[in-house]
C-alpha cells in the first residue's frame, strides 16, 4: 500500500490549499483516514479525521476554516484549507486505517509528508 501526497506549497495569508492523499495497492475496507502536521521542534498533531467510529473531528485550531473529506471510490483522502495562518505552517502527513484482505486486521499508513508554508 503506497499513500502519494500532493498540495502542499506556499501561500499568503489568507489565502487556500487543497491537499490531496491518494492510496494505491491492494485495499478491502478503509476504517479512517486523518491529516496530522508537525511543525519545527513541535510534536505531530491530528489536524482533521474520518472514522466509522468518531465520525469527522477537528483540532480546536482549525475548526471553520479546514475541511476533511473522502472519495471512497477513488481511495483519496482530500483537506481543503481556508482562511491559512501562518501558525498553519508545517509538514502534513495523511493517515489512512486500512485492512489489505477480509482477513487481515486494520494498519496505518502514512504519506510522506508534504509541506505547506504560509507567509504573513
Known amino acids: 500500500v503506497e499513500l502519494v501526497e500532493s498540495g502542499g506549497g506556499l501561500v499568503e495569508a489568507g489565502g487556500s490549499l487543497r491537499l490531496s492523499c491518494a492510496a494505491s495497492?491492494?485495499?478491502?475496507?478503509?476504517?479512517?483516514v486523518g491529516w496530522y502536521r508537525q511543525a519545527p521542534g513541535k510534536q505531530r498533531e491530528m489536524v482533521a479525521a474520518?472514522?466509522?467510529?468518531?465520525?469527522?473531528t477537528y483540532a480546536d485550531s482549525v475548526k471553520g476554516r479546514f475541511t476533511i473529506s473522502k472519495d471512497d471510490g477513488e481511495s483519496t483522502v482530500y483537506l481543503q484549507m481556508n482562511s491559512l495562518k501562518p501558525e498553519d505552517t508545517a509538514v502534513y502527513y495523511c493517515?489512512?486505517?486500512?485492512?489489505?484482505?477480509?482477513?487481515?486486521?486494520?494498519?496505518?499508513?502514512w504519506g510522506q509528508g508534504t509541506q505547506v508554508t504560509v507567509s504573513s
Open positions: 474520518i472514522s466509522s467510529v468518531a465520525g469527522t
Open positions: 495497492g491492494t485495499i478491502d475496507r478503509i476504517s479512517a
Open positions: 493517515k489512512v486505517d486500512l485492512s489489505r484482505t477480509a482477513y487481515d486486521s486494520s494498519y496505518s499508513y
